[in-house]
C-alpha cells in the first residue's frame, strides 16, 4: 500500500542531539525521510525542524503515530503539527473593493501553485462577487455597516465556521479585526500590508511614501494580531522607486509586491513552512 506523504513540523527548547533524536523517532516507525529542515535560535535556546516524510514498509497508520508522537513531544516540550500532504488546508479569502491580490490568488490557486481547498470569498462589498463567481468559487456579502461592526465580525466568524475554515486570508480586507477574532485565529489569519513593516503602518502607506521621498518601497505578508499591522512576519517584498514616481506609480509598484510577498507568505503557511515564536517568525523557505 502507498501511503501519502507526512509533513511533521516541530520546535522545542534546544538541547543537543535534537535532530538525530527526531529522526531517529521517524526511523523507527518506518517513515523515510525525504527533506529536512533545521534551525537553532542560540539566543531563545529554541529549535526548530520541518520533515517531509515518506510512509514505507511496516507503517502502523497515522493514528498511532499521533499517540508515538504526542508522547514524544511531552517529553521534549513541544509545540508540533502533523499532516498528510495530501490533505488541504480548507481557505477562505477577506476582501472588501481592491481586486488584485484576490485576482492573483485565484489565479495561483486553480493553476496548482497553492495547495489549498478555497472554500470561499468573503466581502464587505460585492464589487469583487463577479471575479469570484468566474472561478466558480462561493461569494458571501456580509456589509461591514457604520456603527455596527460588532454584528459584522460576528456574521464573518460563524461564516468561517460554517465553512470550517483552516487559514484565512486578509486580500486587502482594510478592515481592523477585532481583538477576540485576532486571538481566535492566531497563527491562522494572513494579511498583506501594503508597506514594509515597521515603516509606515496603518493607513496611506504609500501617500506616507511618497511624501517621505523613499527609495524602496514594498509589502509585507504577517500574520493578524490585536495590535495593528504589527504581527509576526511571513514575507516582503521590494521595489526601487524613482524620484520622478507619482503617486499612483507607487500604488501601481506597491501592487505587484502585495501580490508576490501575499502569495509567498500563504504558499509557506499551507506547506507547514512557517514556525511563530513570540513576535518573530522562522520560514524555511524552498
Not at 47 to 53: A, E, K, M, Q, V
Not at 66 to 71: H, I, K, P
Not at 98 to 118: I, Q, T, Y
Request: charged share 25%; net charge neutral; aromatic share 8%.
Amino acid at each position: 500500500m502507498n501511503h501519502p506523504e507526512i509533513l511533521l513540523k516541530l520546535s522545542c527548547p534546544d538541547r543537543v542531539g535534537l535532530l538525530a533524536e527526531v529522526t531517529g523517532f521517524c526511523a523507527a516507525r518506518s517513515l523515510n525521510l525525504l527533506e529536512a529542515h533545521q534551525f537553532t535560535d542560540n539566543e531563545a535556546g529554541w529549535f526548530f525542524t520541518r520533515l517531509r516524510l515518506q510512509p514505507v514498509g511496516g507503517f502502523a497508520g497515522m493514528e498511532t503515530l499521533r499517540e508515538d508522537l504526542a508522547s514524544c513531544a511531552s517529553k521534549l516540550e513541544a509545540e508540533w503539527t502533523l499532516r498528510e500532504r495530501t490533505t488541504r488546508p480548507r481557505a477562505a479569502i477577506l476582501v472588501s473593493r481592491e481586486g488584485h491580490c484576490l485576482a492573483d490568488l485565484l489565479w495561483r490557486w486553480r493553476s496548482g501553485d497553492l495547495d489549498m481547498d478555497l472554500v470561499g470569498v468573503i466581502g464587505n462589498h460585492r464589487d469583487l462577487e463577479p471575479v469570484a463567481r468566474r472561478e466558480g468559487v462561493p461569494f458571501v456579502h456580509l456589509p461591514m455597516e457604520p456603527g455596527d461592526r460588532a454584528a459584522a465580525f460576528a456574521a464573518i466568524k460563524r461564516q468561517l465556521n460554517e465553512w470550517r475554515t483552516e487559514v484565512a486570508v486578509l486580500a486587502r480586507f482594510m478592515q481592523i479585526v477585532p481583538p477576540d477574532l485576532c486571538a481566535r485565529w492566531a497563527g491562522r489569519m494572513i494579511n498583506i500590508h501594503h508597506s514594509f513593516l515597521p515603516a509606515f503602518a496603518g493607513a496611506q502607506p504609500y501617500r506616507q511614501a511618497h511624501q517621505r521621498g523613499v527609495k524602496l518601497i514594498g509589502a509585507t505578508c504577517h500574520y493578524v494580531t490585536a495590535e495593528l499591522d504589527a504581527g509576526p512576519i511571513i514575507d516582503q517584498e521590494v521595489t526601487r522607486v524613482e524620484h520622478f514616481h507619482s503617486m499612483p506609480d507607487l500604488v501601481r509598484l506597491g501592487q505587484d509586491c502585495e501580490r508576490l510577498a501575499l502569495f509567498r507568505g500563504l504558499r509557506y503557511h499551507l506547506e507547514e513552512r512557517v514556525f511563530v515564536h513570540g513576535e518573530r517568525t522562522v520560514v524555511f523557505r524552498d
